[in-house]
């Protein structure tokens, strides 16, 4: 009888992977390179994200045939696509229905809400279009937990949504705003949808926790949507006072100069002000300095 | 007719089954067919609710029409629709003699109910309305939203644990996919479970004593039912052929036949047993004049005793000093009117709290006094109010909780969030936390942060978020308090102050 990859053989390989990946410290190799951000501009948020990963070099550059490719936005929040708490629905659409362009097997979309998640996702408008692009939208399972090795100094061990882990591709769509204890809740922040546990605790130290908690989550790409912003009132916001429309779609490999970008260059705040993406930069995550980033703009 | 009865049975189990499972957030914001559809048929609450406030609805009429058939059919309803009665007669059927046990105080026992009724009646009169305790259908909802629902959930979630655990990949998923069609979506848990089980599983396990001893004995509905079908001119008959051998009524689970030659109209349901035992097939129903009728008889002793317990009974509760001054943790949900004029409509039938979204609402006991038992109370360490929800005005069928646009709702403050220093992270220890202010979902946050320098114990300063309150904001949602990462007792604690629904309960506003 063939005998088959099973899912623990899996998560041991992968976390073996990763350790070794981590051993060799590719990010250092990287880190010397300039990092790069795209930038894409429009009205049609779809196009533009479309433009943005065309810039970037296009899809199959990043997913390959056959695929499992989950896609993390953030659905935290039980408000409207105006209100800007959540990720664009367009944007997800779109990635959707790219990364079936580039073969992709399954597409699953998902976020650990912090809202009820059938309101969530409703309300988000992000369950309607990524399912109506194909993606297979899930509520997360309790059960699909698992308390995994996170290895930070200040997190050790945390409880991670496994279908995360078992994934061959994680694409990371956040989206751009305030946070009342964050500053700002980006790229990094975004995979607190990831893991599981009573979140409330990772708030203790909240900096560090994002820090390691990205640390662990290794995204194949990052897409930041910033079609509009939340700028007061954050993370879940709710007047429409708040918003900025920004037309922007963002997207790099590198986590870290994404958040810097955009702490920069939406907020006007100086990344240093801000202790994760210090900290990340301190984990060799990725490249926090402005001068570093090449930003590229795409049309 | 036993066959049609049993069709019947089943058909209005099934609709009250899947009404039930569908009083539910399902992905839209307003249900359509909650179960109290059922309750609007029930003219013992319809009669409770207006003696008790002294209103009339407009879903009462559907009431009457119960009540106008009954007048001229009879108890069908308790034979034929009653899920209760369904569900009584199941358990009954368990039972293979049909010996009575109380056959010698039958004849005593038989009128229980009227003087239940009139109990419950008087005591709603003067403004105690129990009647939704001993309901059969606000017992039988109450009953499987608190009991039945969470065992059912749980062992679905065990069966498919067990299958993951043989190697079943899709169980989980299985498993997700009836939480989003016919389960609970998320795992329910509600206080006082025993309290309500004991209840439902006594009243089930009498049937072993006698079949159908509630509905016998017990049912206040019955007995209402009961008078009206005194009048009714359906009736059941026997021919020439009858040789009153008795085994119609060693059949019958009603007390209609405790003697065969005496047929007591008020008690029969109809159930065709009777027709289908007779060894001459000659037991007939149909529109008959009768030569004479049988009933129950009630003394008119008892008939007043019951009346004046009850009377004394609504004012021996008033001693109780939460009669006084209330319980702080009595959060009532958004949209209750004041607590006097709710105790008199809320019937405690607890689909606010199977529609809850978050299971926040709970079952109370006895913080609200004896008549408040099992109403709503919002216990935010167990799930909070969501900003943009309004299904628990949508389904309280009598009015208690009133039905809300989502802009009323955010309006409503059905408490306070006050911050306990003593205890909150920020305050005690330093350390940034600010959970609640994060989750807080009003426009303008009602909790905010100060940033204050605290001197640590080496001596070294340090900025601290230290969470605020803004009671101006505040609507007691309690999200602050269910996400507090204090697991043991939240620093941020709702209390009913400043409630909306009671006037005298405002509290300063601190802008001056």
Known sequence: MKKRFSRRDFIFKSLGLTGGLLFFSPENLFAKEKSVIFVAKGKDVAKTTRSCIDAIGGISKFISRNDIVVIKPNIAWDRRVEQAANTHPEVVAEMVRLAYQAGAKKVKVFDNTCDDPRRTYKT??????AKKAGAFV?????????????????????????EVIEADKVINIPIAKQHGSAILSMALKNWFGAVGGFRGRLHWGLHHSIAEIAHFFKPTLTVMDATRILINNGPQGGSLKDVKVMDMVIASTDQVAIDAFCAKYLFGIDPYDIPYIKYANELKMGVMEIDKIKIIRAT | MKNLRVISQWLFFLIFIFLFVQTTYRGVD???????????FDPLIAISTIISSHRIAFYM??????????????????????????????????????????????????????????????SSFFSLPLIGLFDPLSLLIRSFTIVIEPIVSFIFSLIFEILNLLGFRYAFDINQFLKETILPFREPHYIHFLLVGFLFFIILSLNFIEKRFWCKYLCPLGALLGIFARFSIFIRYTGDRCNLCGDCSNVCPSNALILPEKWLKSECFF?????????????????????????????RRRFISSALGGFFFSFFIRIDPVKKKKDPFLIRPPGAISEDEFLKRCIKCGECMKVC????????????????????????KIGYCQYYCTLCGQVCPTGAIKKLTIKEKQKIKIGIATIDTTRCIPYLYGVDCIV??????????????????????????????????????????????????????????????????????YIPIPSI
């Open chain 2, 61 to 122: 009429i559907f009431s009457a029409i119960t009540l106008l058939f009954t007048l001229f059919m009879g108890r069908f309803f308790c034979g034929w629709v009653c899920p209760f009665g369904t569900l009584n007669q199941w358990i009954a059927n368990l039972k293979k003699s049909s010996s009575l046990f109380l056959s010698k105080r039958q004849n005593q026992l038989i009128s229980l109910k009227y003087y239940l009724l009139i109990f419950f009646l008087a």
């Open chain 2, 271 to 299: 159930c065709g047993q009777c027709q289908n035992i007779c060894p001459k097939r000659d037991v007939h129903f149909g529109f008959v004049k009768t030569k004479k009728a049988f009933y129950p008889s009630l003394s």
């Open chain 2, 436 to 505: 609640c202010e994060e989750h807080c979902p009003t426009e303008k946050k009602a909790i905010w942060f100060k940033e204050e320098e605290k001197v640590m114990k080496n001596g070294k300063k340090k900025k601290v978020k230290l969470p605020k309150v803004d009671p101006e904001l505040c609507i007691g949602c309690g999200i602050c308090e269910y996400k507090c990462p204090l697991l043991d007792k939240p620093a941020i604690i709702v209390t009913n102050l400043g409630e909306t629904r009671e006037e005298e309960n």
């Open chain 2, 357 to 380: 979204l978050t299971g926040g609402l709970q079952p109370l006991f006895l913080e609200a006094g004896i008549d408040g038992i099992f109403s709503p109370v919002l216990v935010p």
């Open chain 2, 30 to 40: 307003e249900i359509s067919y909650p179960v109290r559809i059922f309750l609007f």
């Open chain 1, 138 to 162: 899930s509520y997360v399972n309790d059960k699909k937990f698992k308390k995994m090795m996170i290895g930070g100094k200040h997190i050790k061990k945390w409880k991670v949504y496994t």
């Open chain 1, 124 to 129: 988000s408008g992000i369950a309607d279009a």
